[in-house]
């Protein structure tokens, strides 16, 4: 007998059944995780590198561990974003505006997608730039709050936060796998070596 048993008595055969999960019939509905849990599992399974951070000072740190591991330190970086650049001033970062001299890009998203593990950009990150004509590495750099369920909701919000003029150039990132072309995930993607800074804001 169970130490739990013992302390709260036992209960009946039939609540002990509703207790187990695996019991459950095979046409009763999936329990349904939290959407920053499916997001983080779903971006996992797409190959992405994930790293969680409780304040600024963990996704400078962090950011530092990733140059490190690469040997990003004498690399030149793609910023684009000119509030990004200022963020990241004190990371001895390289920056350059052209893409041919850049081994890495920094940037930030609209969206985190939960249904896909994908990450939703705009003409706001990548300006009119295709995909493939970017570098293979990204450092996406995005807040908890970015969280949503599906594309849909992702792109209510940047038409919601957008009236004036809505953002061109909307696509996902997908596909974080090798780089290899004859991978089938990312056949008529452009694949990306990508590490994710999520900040906690909420």
Not at 23 to 34: D, Q, V, W
Not at 111 to 136: C, H, M, R, T, Y
Not at 162 to 169: C, E
Not at 179 to 188: M, Q
């Given at each position: 007998?169970?130490?739990?048993?013992?302390?709260?008595?036992?209960?009946?055969?039939?609540?002990?059944?509703?207790?187990?999960?695996?019991?459950?019939?095979?046409?009763?509905?999936?329990?349904?995780?939290?959407?920053?849990?499916?997001?983080?599992?779903?971006?996992?399974?797409?190959?992405?590198?994930?790293l969680y951070c409780e304040n600024l000072d963990e996704i400078y740190?962090?950011?530092?561990?990733?140059?490190?591991?690469?040997?990003?330190?004498?690399?030149?970086?793609?910023?684009?974003d000119t509030e990004l650049k200022d963020k990241f001033k004190g990371?001895?970062?390289?920056?350059?505006?052209?893409?041919?001299?850049?081994?890495?890009?920094?940037?930030?998203?609209?969206?985190?997608?939960?249904n896909d593990g994908s990450l939703l950009v705009s003409s706001k990150?990548?300006?009119?730039?295709?995909?493939?004509?970017?570098?293979?590495?990204?450092?996406?750099?995005?807040?908890?709050?970015?969280?949503?369920?599906?594309?849909?909701?992702?792109?209510?919000?940047?038409?919601?936060?957008?009236?004036?003029?809505?953002?061109?150039?909307?696509?996902?990132?997908?596909?974080?796998?090798?780089?290899?072309?004859?991978?089938?995930?990312?056949?008529?993607?452009?694949?990306?070596?990508?590490?994710?800074?999520?900040?906690?804001?909420?």
């Amino acid at each position: 007998m169970s130490l739990f048993r013992k302390i709260f008595g036992s209960r009946s055969a039939g609540s002990e059944k509703e207790l187990k999960s695996d019991n459950r019939g095979k046409y009763m509905p999936e329990i349904k995780l939290p959407i920053d849990e499916r997001f983080t599992i779903n971006f996992k399974a797409n190959g992405g590198k994930f790293l969680y951070c409780e304040n600024l000072d963990e996704i400078y740190k962090n950011l530092g561990h990733i140059i490190e591991e690469n040997d990003w330190e004498e690399e030149q970086v793609l910023l684009l974003d000119t509030e990004l650049k200022d963020k990241f001033k004190g990371s001895n970062l390289l920056p350059t505006r052209k893409i041919s001299e850049a081994t890495y890009f920094i940037t930030t998203c609209e969206n985190l997608i939960a249904n896909d593990g994908s990450l939703l950009v705009s003409s706001k990150q990548i300006f009119e730039k295709k995909l493939p004509e970017l570098p293979f590495n990204f450092i996406v750099f995005a807040t908890t709050s970015q969280i949503v369920d599906n594309i849909g909701e992702g792109l209510r919000g940047i038409k919601n936060k957008n009236r004036q003029k809505i953002p061109t150039n909307i696509t996902t990132i997908k596909h974080f796998k090798s780089g290899d072309e004859k991978d089938f995930l990312s056949y008529g993607s452009s694949a990306k070596n990508l590490y994710l800074l999520l900040l906690e804001d909420l």
